[in-house]
Each structure stands twice: as structure tokens, then as C-alpha cells.
């Protein structure tokens, strides 16, 4: 009787390392699956940081180009008074007529 209960222990041993086994197992296999998950939720996560950022640097830009824009227009419009009044003042100057008495 004592080798049978020696038996039973022996081999109540081996069933639980066989269980330890499976249940390390399903854990590596569990944080394998974690891991995977939570890189592709960092990617996500990456990728709409990224498009909020291009989407605000984009406004930026569109902003800088509307304000080169107005400048560049009241520039045109300064030369373009300048010239018409250097061209009356011109015009203006051949039309004197000195005398002298």
C-alpha cells in the first residue's frame, strides 16, 4: 500500500507540472496577444496624433499664405499709386511754362 500511495503522489506530481506547464503556456500565449493589441493601438493612436498635427500645420500654412497674399496685394496697390502720381507729376512738370520779366 505504501508504494501505491507513493504512486499516486509521484504521479499527482507530474499532473500538476503538466498544468503548470499548460497554464504558463496560455499565459505567454495571452501576453503575446496583449503585446500585439497594445502595439496596434499605439500605431493608431500614432497615426491620429500625426494626422491632427499635419491637419493643424497645414492651417498654419494656409494662414501665412492668405497673409503674404493681402501683402503682396496693398504692395501692388502703394506701386500702383506711386506710379500714377509720378506719372501726373511728369506729366504735369512739361506743361510749365517759365517767363520772366
Not at 499635419?54 to 501665412?64: C, F, G, M, P
Not at 511728369?90 to 517767363?99: K, N, T
Amino acid at each position: 500500500m505504501a508504494a501505491t500511495t507513493n504512486m499516486n503522489i509521484i504521479l499527482g506530481q507530474g499532473n500538476a507540472v503538466k498544468e503548470v506547464h499548460n497554464a504558463r503556456k496560455q499565459n505567454l500565449e495571452l501576453n503575446q496577444q496583449f503585446v500585439a493589441q497594445e502595439t496596434d493601438g499605439k500605431k493608431k493612436e500614432d497615426k491620429v496624433k500625426v494626422q491632427k498635427f499635419e491637419a493643424t500645420d497645414k492651417v498654419a500654412i494656409q494662414e501665412d499664405e492668405e497673409k503674404r497674399d493681402k501683402k503682396d496685394a496693398k504692395n501692388k496697390r502703394k506701386r500702383a499709386t506711386k506710379r500714377k502720381t509720378k506719372g501726373k507729376s511728369a506729366s504735369q512738370e512739361g506743361h510749365r511754362i517759365d517767363i520772366r520779366v
